[in-house]
C-alpha cells in the first residue's frame, strides 16, 4: 500500500458563487423564507409609496431660490424660505457687519476637531492643549467683542445654530470632568465627599431640565444682590452644565463598576497613589466600556439646547419657528421643521459615527 502526503499548501479556493455577491445576501437575509420574502415585499412597497411622493414633493417640485413666497409656483416644497432666512438660522440677529468673526469661530472649530480626529496629523498634543485652553478664549473675544477694537456683540443677537452649538459645546466640554470627579466621589471612602456628591447628582437629577433654565433665569436674579446681573447666556450655561454633569456622573459610575476590583489592587501594588491609578488604570478603562452611554448623553444635550427658547433665548429651532411665525411666510412651517431636523440629525449622526470609530480603534480585548 503506497501513501501519498502532500506537503505543500493548496491555494484557497473561492467560495460558490451561490454563496457571495447582493443575490445571494439577499437571498439569506431578506428571501430566507415565505415569511420573511413576504414581510420584505411588503415593507418595500410601503416605503416606496411613502418615498415617491415625498421626493417628488421636496426635490422635483421644489422651488431653490428667491426673494419672497411669490418665487414658490410649482406647488412643490418652498425651499425659497430656508434661502431667504439662512443667515438668520445660522447666526441669528448677529450684526451684518462682523458675521465674519462667527465664520472665523466655525473655521477654527473645524480645522481645530479635524486636528483631533485624523490621525497622523502632527502636533496632536499641542492642537489638544489649544481645544481646552485657548480655543474657548479666542471664541469668546471674537463672539463677544469689547477686545482689539472689536465692537462688543451682546449675547441676546446671538442665535440660530451659533447659539446652539455654544450651548452644546460648553455643555459638553465642561460637564464631562465635572461628571467624572462626581462618580468618582460617589465611590468615595470618605462619607462627607460621597453625601455630597450623592446629594447633587439626585437633586439634579430629579427635576427636569425645563425648571433648572426657569430657575436660572427667573429665580436665581431674585437672590442676588441689588444691582448685579448675571448675563442669561452664562445662567443658562451654568444650569445646563450642572445638569448634565449628574447624568454623565451615573454614566462614569456604572463604567468604574465594571472594572474588576483586582485592576484597583494592581496598581496600588505598583505604588501608584490613588489619583495616579485612577489616571493610568481605572479611568482609561472604565471610560472606554460607558463610550455609547457618554455620546448618548451628549446626543440629548445638543437636542435639548432648543429647551432654551423658554427663557428667551433663540437657538437653531426657535429661529425657524420666528422666521415662519412671521404673516409674509406663513405656511412653511413643513420646509423650516424639516430643515431644523436635517441639521440636528447631521451633528447627531456625525457624533454617533465618531463615537464608533473611537469604539473600533480602542478595542483591544479580541
Known amino acids: 500500500m503506497v501513501a501519498y502526503v502532500n506537503t505543500e499548501t493548496l491555494p484557497s479556493l473561492p467560495p460558490p458563487k451561490g454563496l457571495q455577491g447582493p443575490a445571494a445576501w439577499m437571498r439569506q437575509n431578506l428571501f430566507s423564507n415565505w415569511i420573511n420574502g413576504t414581510i420584505t415585499v411588503v415593507l418595500v412597497i410601503g416605503i416606496l ?60 472649530l473645524v480645522l481645530t476637531l479635524a486636528g483631533l480626529m485624523i490621525k497622523g496629523v502632527p502636533l496632536k498634543k499641542y492642537i489638544q492643549i489649544f481645544a481646552l485652553f485657548f480655543f474657548p478664549i479666542v471664541a469668546y473675544v471674537l463672539l463677544s467683542g469689547g477686545y482689539f477694537g472689536l465692537p462688543h456683540v ?42 455630597i ?101 451628549f446626543i440629548a444635550l445638543f437636542k435639548d439646547t432648543s429647551l432654551v427658547l423658554i427663557i428667551g433665548l433663540f437657538d437653531l429651532l426657535a429661529t425657524i419657528q420666528g422666521a415662519f411665525s412671521n404673516p409674509k411666510w406663513l405656511g412653511y412651517a413643513i420646509e423650516g421643521y424639516l430643515f431644523a431636523a436635517l441639521v440636528y440629525w447631521i451633528f447627531c449622526f456625525g457624533m454617533s459615527r465618531y463615537s464608533q470609530h473611537v469604539e473600533r480603534s480602542l478595542k483591544t480585548t479580541h
Open 154 to 195: 451682546e449675547t441676546n443677537f446671538w442665535g440660530g445654530l451659533l447659539l446652539t452649538l455654544v450651548i452644546a459645546i460648553v455643555g459638553i466640554v465642561a460637564a464631562f470632568p465635572l461628571g467624572i470627579l462626581l462618580a468618582l466621589g460617589r465611590r468615595s471612602s470618605m462619607p462627607i465627599v460621597k453625601a
Open 197 to 297: 456628591c450623592v446629594v447633587f447628582i439626585e437633586v439634579w437629577r430629579g427635576v427636569p431640565l425645563i425648571t433648572v433654565l426657569f430657575m436660572s433665569s427667573v429665580m436665581l436674579p431674585l437672590f442676588l444682590p441689588e444691582g448685579m446681573e448675571i448675563d442669561k447666556l452664562l445662567r443658562a450655561l451654568v444650569g445646563i452644565t450642572l445638569f448634565q454633569a449628574a447624568y454623565l456622573a451615573e454614566v462614569v459610575r456604572s463604567g468604574l463598576q465594571a472594572i474588576p476590583k483586582g485592576q484597583t489592587e494592581a496598581a496600588n501594588a505598583l505604588g501608584l497613589t490613588y489619583w495616579q491609578g485612577m489616571y493610568k488604570v481605572i479611568l482609561p478603562q472604565a471610560l472606554k466600556i460607558v463610550i455609547p452611554g457618554i455620546v448618548n448623553s
Open 49 to 108: 409609496a411613502a418615498l415617491i411622493p415625498f421626493v417628488n414633493w421636496a426635490f422635483i417640485k421644489a422651488d431653490w431660490v428667491g426673494t419672497s413666497r411669490d418665487d414658490c409656483t410649482s406647488g412643490g416644497a418652498c425651499w425659497v424660505f430656508v434661502y431667504v432666512h439662512f443667515k438668520l438660522f445660522m447666526l441669528g440677529l448677529y450684526p451684518e457687519a462682523e458675521t465674519w468673526r462667527a465664520l472665523l469661530v466655525g473655521g477654527i
